[in-house]
């Protein structure tokens, strides 16, 4: 009986393309050699799975920072990202200058302003009897609790803060300036974004506790008789796009996806108002656990926002599929640890109303002597 030999190649010209395709190998996480955050990312880079994919996440971001032609680089944030522990994650990304724009959920903003109160939130179990905690005046966001009566009086003093807002349209943009001129909370994103001059948007800000105090301001100048602050959503669209036209060039961060990642999409192609096509996005990346085959957007691929004209065709992009509570501190940690902003100036954003005059730029040298002139004056 004739014996059966493993296949072999003979072919020379398929061996060589086989050397090819096994050209690199696959390199082993050593723990022994990752002390920081940032090692532990580069060393992903040469791994498998999600973690190629955090490190290619990681690598474009930082491409975004060092770029001369300096995008601007608008974050989209979904999700129950500071009930998760994020808040000063994301502070950070703004306090640093590793970002220029912030869209995102009425939830996000609306939690980062519970605790700058001094309000928690506080470690629970997904096991939770919810009836029992219903009782409690307790809610729960899948293993993390809020008292609901902390959110109570947090909706009330949203709605009397509006009370005494001149009345008027007001953008999310322009209602969360004026929300966070009070903050004191050095860790607040709110408080925060407005010592930088970063603007916040929030869309679907009705979608949120923010929106139930606002409906509490509207119920009451309605049975007044008295005119009040009424959210043009809008007037989002017209000012986030301003920002997009009057851009070098932008960049996207999607941390999950959701209305956020739709609306700085959509900013791209309502350029067109404007009289402009930018391209698309330079640069994108999003981390998400949500998947493409179920066609939904918040998993959809950057490849297919290409198709929109919303990621430029030539950008560089990178998804990581896994939960933004465990893939974005590793991607911002590698940026924050390695300085990739330092370089990189500050943007100014001069506002008229809903117009947007200008955008500037300030280099790091000059504001840090512009901090150090404020520190004498002080002194």
Not at 44 to 57: C, D, E, K, L, M
Not at 192 to 215: E, H
Not at 286 to 298: E, F, I, K, N, V
Not at 323 to 345: C, D, I, T
Request: hydrophobic content about 35%; glycine content about 8%.
């Amino acid at each position: 009986m004739k014996s059966i030999l493993p296949r072999r190649l003979d072919d020379p010209g398929l061996k060589k393309q086989k050397n090819e395709i096994l050209s690199e190998t696959v390199r082993q996480i050593d723990l022994e050699k990752v002390p920081t955050v940032e090692a532990l990312v580069e060393s992903f880079q040469h791994a498998s799975i999600q973690a190629r994919n955090v490190g290619n996440v990681a690598k474009v971001f930082d491409r975004m920072l060092t770029d001369p032609e300096r995008p601007t680089i608008l974050l989209g944030l979904a999700g129950p990202l500071i009930a998760a522990g994020l808040r000063k994650v994301i502070r950070d990304l703004v306090e640093y200058g590793l970002v220029d724009v912030i869209v995102a959920t009425g939830a996000i903003l609306y939690q980062d302003y519970y605790q700058a109160q001094g309000f928690q939130h506080y470690k629970g179990t997904p096991e939770a009897d919810d009836r029992k905690l219903r009782d409690l005046l307790i809610d729960r966001i899948y293993d993390t609790y809020v008292d609901e009566e902390k959110f109570n009086i947090l909706d009330s003093k949203i709605g009397r803060f509006a009370d005494g807002l001149p009345p008027g349209e007001y953008s999310s943009r322009s209602f969360v300036y004026e929300l966070s001129k009070g903050i004191t909370d050095s860790n607040s994103i709110l408080g925060t974004a407005y010592r930088r001059g970063i603007p916040v948007f929030s869309p679907a800000l009705n979608d949120s506790s923010i929106g139930i105090g606002l409906t509490e301001h509207y119920h009451r100048i309605r049975t007044e008789n008295k005119a009040g602050v009424i959210i043009n959503s809008i007037r989002d669209n017209y000012e986030l796009t301003q920002i997009v036209v009057k851009s070098k060039r932008t960049a996207a961060v999607y941390v999950a996806g959701g209305v956020p990642k739709n609306f700085i999409n959509d900013s791209i192609v309502m350029a067109y108002i404007f009289g402009r096509d930018t391209g698309g996005h330079k640069y994108a990346i999003q981390m998400t656990a949500d998947a493409p085959h179920w066609g939904g957007l918040s998993g959809s691929t950057l490849s297919e926002a290409t198709s929109w004209g919303k990621v430029n065709r030539e950008a560089s992009t990178a998804m990581a599929f896994i939960e933004p509570s465990v893939s974005l501190p590793l991607v911002a940690g590698h940026a924050l640890q390695k300085k990739s902003y330092e370089k990189r100036s500050r943007i100014k954003f001069e506002w008229d109303g809903d117009i947007l005059n200008s955008v500037s730029y300030e280099s790091r040298n000059k504001q840090l002597k512009h901090a150090h002139a404020r520190n004498l004056q002080r002194v």
